[in-house]
């Protein structure tokens, strides 16, 4: 019988190794999967490359990963937190700036096996015309830029060539699960939590609550338990405000 509820959250992702790329759910701090991002700290994981809307709040979620110096580099649209522009400015951490529905659709992309698309978003700007800082030495010097990327016209409209985002793992938050994996969430919590999923090889979820198989409509399935490797309960209180406390 398939099960793919887990026990303990630092059991659970002790096979994510130091340099992992991974994609993480949430938008600002709604449906972000903090008792996950404190596990990964917690397992003293490193040299990360993280794919995630923004880079956290201080000091939670991906903002605990930040402040704690386990990025080597940020896939996103929003690094929007201090710790974040500082590392980056002294060289330690790397930025690919991407625009929010460009994320998205790279990460559904990169689950869904299309390797590539054309949009108009970012067309003619510094994100697409090799003009945009990527990598800042020790003296804030700018030693790496965005690649240039290619333009087509479509329909009179310059579109440039965006790729698909496949990671090795995902951490997303849900508000139901059963023990086939399968996902609903609730209202805005939803957010770039199906993309993120998509896109991970291996995609771990922490959710509210676990249900049995049948409780969640096949029309309230919001993600199919396909995406899925491993679910946990999220540990009491963590989704009513930040708590950094026991990850398991």
């Known amino acids: 019988m398939i099960n793919k509820v887990r026990a303990d959250a630092l059991e659970m992702l002790s096979i994510v190794p130091d340099g992992a790329s991974i994609t993480i759910g949430g938008f600002g701090l709604t449906g972000v999967p ?3 991002c404190d596990a990964l700290c917690e397992l003293d994981r490193k040299d990360l490359h993280i794919v995630s809307n923004n880079a956290g709040i201080d000091p939670t979620g991906v903002g605990r990963l930040v402040g704690e110096g386990r990025l080597r580099k940020f896939t996103g649209s929003f690094p929007s937190n201090k710790d974040f522009f500082t590392l980056f400015h002294r060289g330690r951490v790397e930025l690919e700036l991407v625009p929010q529905g460009t994320l998205a659709e790279r990460m559904r992309a990169g689950g869904a096996g ?3 698309f054309y949009t108009p978003t970012s067309a ?3 994100l697409a015309t090799g003009s945009y800082p990527a990598r800042y030495d020790g003296n804030g010097q700018v ?3 965005l690649p240039a990327k290619d333009v087509r016209v479509f329909g009179g409209t310059a579109c440039v060539l965006e790729t698909a985002l496949a990671t090795d793992f995902a951490l997303v938050k849900s508000h139901r699960a059963d023990r086939l994996g399968n996902l609903a969430f609730r209202l805005a919590s939803r957010n770039f939590n199906v993309p993120a999923a998509m896109a991970g090889r291996v995609t771990f979820c922490e959710s509210q609550s676990i249900v049995e198989v049948g409780e969640i409509e096949p029309d309230d399935v919001h993600l199919p338990g396909i995406f ?4 946990i309960q999220s540990r009491p209180g963590s989704f009513d405000a930040p708590n950094r406390g026991a990850a398991s």
């Open 228 to 231: 899925v490797q491993h679910v």
């Open 124 to 126: 003619g700007t510094d």
């Open 114 to 116: 299309i390797p590539a």
């Open 34 to 36: 903090i008792m996950l």
């Open 143 to 145: 030693t790496a830029w």
